[in-house]
C-alpha cells in the first residue's frame, strides 16, 4: 500500500472516531410528541440528528394585526435553544447545533392566521381541537439559508424530513380521524386532533363536535342541518372515502362589535369558529349563510375530495358544482331561502365575467368569481339536458373518476355529452371556457333555450330563471 492510500484511508478511520455526530444524510426522521396535561401542553421533539438550524414551515401571521403568532404561543424549555424568525420562518437555533431533543411549552393559539389553517380551536367546555401542521418541521445547515428561502415553498426544493406526531392527552384519549385513543399516532399532518370529552353528534353520515355554548339559534338550526345535509350528500353520492364526514363548531365568545364566521375545509373535516357580540342575537340571513357554508363546503368531500380537479383554471368544475349543490341544499334545509335568486345572480355574475374572456384564464385576472358563477350555470345546463337530478350528473362524474380521483374538463363535458346527448352544449361551454364569448347574455340564453332550462329573458336580454 503506498503512502497516499495509508493517509487517506487514516482520515477516514479518523473522522469515523473523533466528529461528535457524523453528518447524517437523507430524510430527516422526527418525532414529536404533542401531550396534553390539563392547562399545560408541551411538544417534544426528537430529532434524528443535531442541526443548525430547524425551519417550521408552516409559519404565518395573524389575519387581523399581521403579528407572528408562534412567540406568543410557544416557548422553548430546552436550555440553548431559541425560537427566532428568519426570513419568512420561524427556526429553532443555538449556539452550535440544535440537540436531538428540545421540548416546547405551548398555548393553543386560537387566532386566525392569514392563509393557513389557525392553529388551534377552543371549546367553551375546554376541549381544544389543534392543528397538527403546525408542529412540521425540517432541518437547515445555516440561518443564511432559511433566510434565502422563499415565502412560498410550493415547487421549491426543501430538505425531506419525515415526522411521526404523537398525541395524547393524559385525562383521556384524543380523537383523530373518527377514532378515539389513548395515544393516537400519525405522519399525515393536515388535519385536527380533537382533545377533551364534549361528545360529539354522531349519524350514520356525519359526526360534528358542536360547543355547547354556540348562540342557541345558530346551535339549534345547525344540529339538525349539518346532519340532514351530510346524510343527502351520502345518500345521493356515495359515501366520501377516508373517514366519516366531520364538523367542529366552535364559539369564541361574544367579543364586543364582532360578528365572524371563520371556516376552513380539509379532507374529511369542516371547522368554523363563530365569534362577537352580534352573533348572539338571532339573524336570519346569517343562518342562511352558515347553512349555505356548511353545505358548500360539504360539497367538496366529493367534487374536490373524491375526485379534485386537475389544474386550477378547471375549478369552476368543483365550485360552481359545490355552489349548485349547496344554493339546492340549504332551499330544502330553510325552505324560505329562494335559491334562484342566487342562481340568477350567477348568471349575471357569469355574463358579467366571460365577455370576449375565457373562464379558465379568470383567476390571472383576478375574476375567480367566474369559476362560481359560471360553473354553477354549466350545472343547470347539465342537469337540465340529462333530464335528471343535479345530484345525479354529479354521482357519474364522481364514480367515473374515483379510481385516479381526477375529473378533468374533458371528463366533465365528456359526461354532458353521454348526459344530453347533445355534443354542440359541451362545444359552447368549452368556447366560453377558452375565449368567451361577445354576447354572453344570449349565448346563455341559447344554452338554456337548447338544454331545456325553464327560463325567462329581461328587458335587457339577461335570462334568469322566474
Ligand atoms: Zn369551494
Known sequence: MNRRWLALLLSVVSAGAGAQSPPLSGTAQVRVEITRRGSEW?????????????????????????????????????????????????????????????????????????????????????????????????PMDSVREVKALPSDLNNQYVPDAKLQYVLRDVAGPVWLRGKRSPIATTDDKNTYVFFGNLLPLETPAMVGFIDPQ?????????????????????????????MKPT????????????????????????????????????????????????????????????????????????EGGADLLAMRLTSLEHPAYDWRADFNKAIEDCVDLTRKRGIETARERGENRAYYA???????????????????????????????????????????????????LSRDIARMLDRGVSDPKAFIASLFERAGVSHDVDAQGMPFLP
Not at 219 to 235: C, N, W
Not at 408 to 424: C, G, H, V
Request: aromatic residues 12%; proline residues 6%.
Open 374 to 424: 359560471c360553473g354553477a350555470v354549466f350545472g343547470l345546463i347539465a342537469e337540465s339536458a340529462s333530464g335528471r337530478s343535479f345530484f345525479n350528473f354529479v354521482k357519474r362524474i364522481v364514480d367515473a373518476n374515483r379510481a385516479d380521483g381526477i375529473v378533468t374538463r374533458a371528463d366533465w363535458l365528456a359526461a354532458l355529452d353521454a348526459a344530453s346527448r347533445k355534443p354542440e
Open 247 to 318: 364538523i367542529m363548531l366552535s364559539w369564541a365568545g361574544p367579543t364586543p362589535g364582532l360578528t365572524s364566521r371563520a371556516g376552513s375545509v380539509l379532507p374529511g373535516l369542516i371547522v368554523l369558529t363563530y365569534e362577537g357580540e352580534r352573533v348572539l342575537s338571532e339573524d336570519e340571513a346569517a343562518r342562511v349563510e352558515g347553512l349555505q357554508f356548511i353545505a358548500h363546503e360539504a360539497a367538496h368531500f366529493w367534487l374536490g375530495q373524491t375526485v379534485a380537479y386537475e389544474y386550477a383554471r378547471d375549478a369552476w368544475i368543483t
Open 214 to 242: 354556540l348562540p342557541e339559534w345558530i346551535r339549534g338550526s345547525l344540529s339538525q342541518s349539518i346532519p340532514d345535509i351530510l346524510a343527502r350528500y351520502t345518500q345521493e353520492l356515495g359515501p366520501p372515502p377516508g
Open 42 to 138: 408541551t411538544a417534544d421533539y426528537e430529532f434524528d440528528r443535531e442541526s443548525p438550524v430547524w425551519v417550521f414551515p408552516r409559519t404565518d401571521v395573524t389575519r387581523e394585526d399581521q403579528i407572528e403568532w408562534r412567540p406568543l404561543s410557544w416557548t422553548v424549555e430546552t436550555r440553548g435553544v431559541k425560537l427566532e424568525r428568519r426570513g419568512f420562518y420561524d427556526a429553532l437555533t443555538a449556539r452550535g447545533k440544535v440537540p436531538k431533543r428540545v421540548r416546547i411549552r405551548f398555548t393553543p393559539f386560537t387566532k386566525g392566521l392569514r392563509a393557513d389553517y389557525t392553529p388551534a380551536l377552543q371549546f367553551t367546555d375546554g376541549s381544544v381541537a389543534l392543528y397538527v401542521a403546525q408542529f412540521e418541521t425540517f
